[in-house]
């Protein structure tokens, strides 16, 4: 049996093979030696955001994303940046945890990859540490001009990143 820590990996992007996505991916194989890094790809598939629905019987589909999130050791939030923001759907995903505690003292790392970034990346730590999750500048990471750095297929070419992308993985690791 495999006792590695489990960790969630929500991909912010809902475009299939997303530069973000295939950073998750990259992640999963380097971290195998840590944990374990089961990747959610469905935000595209949870309802939007609704305080009447929050109830004690909140949509099926909130209820199975809320026990991938209460059965993880951690999390890893990977998403681009949309018209300065982070995207809608990653915003409403985060939204359905506002009235729980689940994210509470969860070890969290943050990846905002995209052209930019940077207001993205700012509003997700702010989200997340409303929501409480535990992060640390090490558990954080802004990557600007992602499609420069790898390949189509996922290949990361830069070594400053590779670096970077290892840092997370073992800062995450010693929250853990």
Same mark, same amino acid.
């Given at each position: 049996?495999?006792?590695? !820590?489990?960790?969630?990996?929500?991909?912010?992007?809902?475009?299939?093979? *997303?530069?973000?996505?295939?950073?998750?991916? %990259?992640?999963?194989?380097?971290?195998?030696? %840590?944990?374990?890094?089961?990747?959610?790809? @469905? =935000?595209?598939?949870? !309802?939007?955001?609704?305080? &009447?629905?929050?109830? &004690?019987?909140?949509? @099926?589909?909130? /209820?199975?994303?809320?026990?991938?999130?209460?059965?993880?050791?951690?999390?890893?939030?990977?998403?681009?940046? %949309?018209?300065?923001?982070?995207?809608? *759907?990653?915003?409403?995903?985060?939204?359905?945890?506002?009235?729980?505690?689940?994210?509470?003292?969860?070890?969290?790392?943050?990846?905002?990859?995209?052209?930019?970034?940077? /207001?993205?990346?700012?509003?997700?730590? =702010?989200?997340? &540490?409303?929501?409480?999750?535990?992060?640390?500048?090490?558990?954080?990471?802004?990557?600007?001009?992602?499609?420069?750095?790898?390949?189509?297929? @996922?290949?990361? *070419?830069?070594?400053?990143?590779?670096?970077?992308?290892?840092?997370?993985?073992?800062?995450?690791?010693?929250?853990?």
């Amino acid at each position: 049996m495999d006792n590695h !820590p489990k960790v969630l990996a929500i991909c912010g992007s809902t475009r299939a093979q *997303s530069a973000n996505l295939l950073l998750l991916q %990259y992640l999963q194989k380097t971290a195998a030696p %840590y944990f374990n890094i089961n990747i959610f790809t @469905g =935000l595209d598939q949870l !309802p939007h955001f609704n305080p &009447d629905l929050d109830t &004690d019987s909140p949509p @099926g589909e909130i /209820l199975e994303f809320r026990r991938l999130v209460e059965e993880a050791d951690g999390i890893i939030i990977c998403t681009p940046e %949309y018209v300065f923001s982070i995207p809608g *759907s990653l915003k409403n995903a985060l939204e359905w945890f506002v009235s729980t505690t689940l994210l509470n003292d969860k070890p969290t790392a943050l990846i905002t990859a995209s052209s930019s970034g940077d /207001l993205a990346h700012k509003e997700l730590k =702010l989200i997340i &540490d409303t929501l409480g999750a535990r992060s640390n500048d090490d558990t954080i990471l802004l990557i600007k001009s992602i499609k420069s750095k790898m390949s189509t297929n @996922g290949e990361i *070419s830069n070594t400053e990143l590779i670096e970077q992308l290892k840092r997370v993985v073992l800062s995450l690791n010693a929250l853990l």
